[in-house]
């Protein structure tokens, strides 16, 4: 067995610091105050890939490429000055002429008198920080570039419930940008009473670990930031991110597929109501129209002022009522047969105008049209029956006595027709139940005209609106595709 002695800080420090040198990872580089390398440790042997002997006695500036010369003239001088420079980021230059990316604490050594004589320089080797950086840089791209290429929206939260990331399915849905939500708390894409709810869920899933939404895609509301709301699927994950927990939503807009559905049953309900109808115009419509006629016979019979006249014609009056909704029914309930022929608008707007003239109860209408003649495919019959169906309502809407204004523009491929009154407008609760059949708020009214015009503009690939502003009257918005 060896024999051990006590160390001797004193006596034995030249041999320390050459063991502390030899077993560092780091390259450990001593220079005089030139920068002519005085010691070389076995680091620094295989960071640059020269040996002591190669180095010892030559200047530092060895190891410097070109490109960085200034650089290291700028800290040699920090050096000179007694100013040290830590972890400061460069690339030098090994002895086969590769560059190397390090990180440099240079340290100067001063002697008794402050005088600086040398420094003490430590490389260390960066490049698998490097690739490791630009390993997750490549990988956060690629996954960006995955998630944001997305079609539907993709949403990480914390268990906090606070947006983590926000991809551009989910901007475009909602309606935010992401740097908008970062942070913030998911609720705020959600309507009442979810939105209140919601932490509470999260809450308790915490505490019992019950799953109740997890792994299971389900139906939910949604809340665009201009206040809107919309029908759409989330499916939710969750994940653990550095002992962390983390939910993942994709959510996908269901609006298109609940709009198809709706249309679907409104179909189903048509088919079915044309069906009636066609019974209805056999077993009603005919024999209607022979009772108006012996109506007609026994009121011939009396004398025009006798009370029973009166009623005669009550009774002739009603049954035309009768007629009427027959008529409205079997038009609506037929399916469009659409002739297309080219059709300038203003044109068709203003003749159908003209036609209010011949209503003695709406001699006081006045109607205005306004806009650049506009060429439409389109059938112009069924285009007229809407037209008229909605000057008629304007003007009852004002009492037979106001002001209508049609303005006709092209707005790219679309022909936009704006019909508006100044009459009271149209109740919210009323508003959204004036396309629905035979809902009306009229006396006599069938609850037939606005659905019967909604079917054939959509007959024509357009669209139909109504909109009431806050200083009143009704401007209902037609648009037509100018090509067939």
Known sequence: MAQQRPLNLNEDASRILAAVLGS??????????????????????????????????????????????????????????????????????????????????????????????GSVRVARDIRSLKLGELARQSSEMRWRSVVDSAVDGIIVIDERGRLEAFNAAAERLFGYSEPEVLGTNVSMLMPSPYREEHDGYLGRYAQTGMKKIIGIGREVTGRRKDGTTFPLHLSVGEMIIGGERRFTGIVHDLSSRVAIEEQLREQTSLARLGEMAAVLAHEIKNPLAAIRGAIEVIGKRLGPSTQDAGIVREVIARIDSLNDLMKD?????????????????????????????????????????????????ADAG??????????????????????????????????????????????????????????????RGTGLGLPTAKRLIEAHRGTIHVHCPPTGGTTVTVELPTTH
């Open 382 to 443: 069924l285009l007229r029956i809407v037209f008229l169906n909605l000057m008629v309502n304007s003007a009852h809407a004002m009492k037979g006595d106001g002001a209508i204004t049609v303005s006709v523009d092209q707005r790219g491929d679309a022909c936009h027709i704006a019909i508006a009154d100044n009459g009271p407008g149209i109740p919210a609760e009323v508003r959204d139940k004036i396309f629905t059949p035979f809902f009306t708020t009229k006396s």
């Open 24 to 117: 560092s990872d780091d390259a450990i580089i001593v220079t005089d105050a030139d920068g002519t390398v005085l010691s070389w440790n076995s680091g620094a042997t295989r960071l640059f890939g020269y040996d002591a002997a190669d180095m010892i006695g030559r200047t530092v500036a060895l190891l410097v490429p070109d490109s960085h010369r200034g650089e290291h003239f700028a800290t040699t001088s920090r050096l000179r000055t007694g100013e040290g420079v830590s972890n400061h980021e460069t690339v030098r230059r090994t002895r086969s002429g590769n560059l190397v990316d390090v990180l440099f604490t240079m340290v100067p050594i001063s002697d008794a008198d402050g005088i600086v004589t």
């Open 329 to 377: 029914l079997l038009l609506f309930a037929r399916p469009p047969q659409v002739k297309p022929a080219s059709v300038e608008i203003r044109s068709l707007i203003t003749s159908t105008a003209d036609l209010l003239a011949g209503d003695p109860a709406l001699k006081s209408i006045h109607v205005a049209v306004d806009g650049a003649p506009t060429r439409v495919v």
